[in-house]
Every structure is written in structure tokens, then in C-alpha cells.
């Protein structure tokens, strides 16, 4: 295999996981903090998306969406929190359950103003970096640079802030927080409205590379399932490090199609399926996940 072959291979995977971690830890936090896995969240991964194509639709440049969709899928959380979440924290399966239900609205509301389509949304920034040889897509850059400084911001404000410390102690002794006078009400508010705005800036900065259509969350959200299962709750680089392993494995699995050998053996959809089995004998022999420290 020559070098540049290998360098866009490492690149590919670096961008792919870089998009699985944003999308991981807005679900990971949600998991964490409120014991409630969100099954609509693959549908805020959609609504980041689909802003951006409304603001192309109005005339904007795709980045203003880009930038808008964070805190409009924050506000659609805050929402959904406020008139579902709050009501049914006493029975998680039920508030799981009423995710499903949100994510479903969600899905065909989108597919009802978009119908069957496919539509694809231009990168911002066009182009390729030279490195040598490689050539290196612009655009995959920027989404690595943005998902970096996105986790050293969430890094930082849990360890270094003091709303962070009030969550991070919610995290591990809800009661003990309520009896210190935190308002875990509005802790939890916030932590699932910062959960769906990390998924719409996923679904913003990934829209130009899969394209635009109603389904575009459901994939995300299995793959995103699986990397909280092999990372674990609880900690921060839990579900960072599940996100970047399915994030390798799912286009280094479609790079062993290339091989001649593999070629007619694994098929697209054999290449998923394998990430599948892989993440599924992960957690048979290790069921909490390489890190775990939570409430589940």
C-alpha cells in the first residue's frame, strides 16, 4: 500500500470519528447525567441538517446554518425536555420510550416538508490541502479542527467551571447535590439541550458529505449507541473513545473492500455489519465499557 494511500486512509478515519464524537458525546451526556438513553437524539443530528439546507434555501451561505444549528436544536431540546423528559424521569424506560416518539415526529415532520429526496449542501470551504504528495480535503479538516476544539471546550467547562462542577457532582451523587441546594432540575434542562446542540453541529458540519434526506439521522444514532456501549458512561473520555473506535472501523472496513483479495467478499453492507459484530464481542467480554463511572 503506498503512503499517500495510507495518509488519506488516516485522514478518512480522523474525520469520520471526529464527526461520531460529537455525535457520541451529545448522547453519552444525556446518559450520563440523566439516566435516559435518547432515542431521538439521531433525529437531532436531522435538524442540524436540515438547517443548514433551509438556510441555503433562504439565500444564506451554508456556514450561517452551520453556525445557527447548535443553539436552534439546543432550543428544540430545551423544548422537548420541558413538555416530555421532566415528566417521566421517575421511569427511564418509559422516557426512552417517549424519545422514540419525539424522534419519529421529528423524522416524518422533515420528510414530510423534504419528501423522498436526496439533496446535497455545499461544503463552505472548497478545495484540498497539499501535504506533499496527499492531497487532503479542506473541508474534512476543518470538521477534525472543530470537533478538537469542541472537546477541549467540554473538557475545560466540566473541570475548570463551577456549573460544571455542580454537574459533574449530580453525576455522582444526585441526592447528595439536591441537598446542597442544586437545582438539578435546571441541571438536567441544561444537559439535554447540550446534548441535542453537540448533535445538530454534528448533522451541520457532516450534511455536505452524506447529503441531505430524512433517514440521515438513524444511522448515526445505532453507531453512536454501540460507541457509548464500548466507551462507557460516566467519565468524558468514555464515549470519546468509543466514538473514535467505530469511527475507525467504519471506513476501515470499507477500505478492505478495495483489497483484491476482499474485494468480492465484503460487500457494503457486509462492511457494516462487521462493525457491528466487532462492537458486540467488545462489549460481551467487557459489558461497562473500557471506561465507566455513572449513574447506569
Known amino acids: 500500500m503506498e503512503l499517500d494511500a495510507i495518509a488519506k486512509l488516516v485522514f478518512d478515519i480522523l474525520a469520520f470519528s471526529s464527526i461520531m464524537v460529537l455525535v457520541v458525546l ?104 497539499q501535504i506533499g504528495d496527499v492531497s487532503l480535503s479542506a473541508w474534512r479538516s476543518v470538521i477534525i479542527v472543530v470537533t478538537i476544539a469542541v472537546m477541549a471546550g467540554c473538557y475545560l467547562f466540566l473541570t475548570r467551571t463551577s456549573f460544571g462542577l455542580q454537574i459533574r457532582g449530580a453525576l455522582e451523587n444526585p441526592m447528595l447535590a439536591r441537598a446542597s441546594g442544586v437545582s438539578t432540575a435546571r441541571l438536567y434542562a441544561f444537559t439535554f439541550a447540550f446534548g441535542a446542540a453537540l448533535a445538530g453541529l454534528a448533522g451541520a458540519l457532516m450534511v455536505p458529505l452524506f447529503s441531505l434526506s430524512a433517514d440521515l439521522g438513524l444511522r448515526f444514532l445505532v453507531q453512536a449507541f454501540l460507541a457509548v456501549m464500548l466507551g462507557g458512561v460516566g467519565t468524558f473520555e468514555g464515549p470519546v473513545l468509543g466514538g473514535a473506535l467505530i469511527g475507525a472501523m467504519v471506513p476501515g472496513f470499507q477500505w478492505l473492500r478495495e483489497l483484491p483479495l476482499l474485494n468480492a467478499l465484503i460487500q457494503p453492507i457486509v462492511a457494516e455489519v462487521l462493525v457491528f459484530v466487532v462492537a458486540l464481542i467488545i462489549v460481551k467480554f467487557r459489558p461497562q465499557g473500557f471506561v465507566s463511572k455513572g449513574r447506569i
Open 26 to 129: 451529545g448522547l453519552a451526556v444525556i446518559a450520563s447525567m440523566m439516566g435516559i438513553f435518547n432515542l431521538g437524539h439521531g433525529e437531532f443530528v436531522l435538524l442540524g441538517a436540515y438547517t443548514v439546507f433551509v438556510f441555503r434555501e433562504l439565500g444564506l451561505p451554508e456556514w450561517s446554518g452551520m453556525l445557527a444549528a447548535p443553539f436552534l436544536v439546543a432550543i428544540v431540546g430545551l423544548f422537548v425536555e420541558a413538555t416530555v423528559i421532566r415528566r417521566l424521569y421517575v421511569a427511564p424506560v418509559i422516557a426512552m420510550l417517549a424519545t422514540y416518539a419525539v424522534g419519529l415526529i421529528i423524522r416524518e415532520t422533515v420528510r414530510g416538508l423534504i419528501g423522498g429526496q436526496f439533496y446535497s449542501i455545499d461544503e463552505p470551504i472548497q478545495g484540498f490541502i
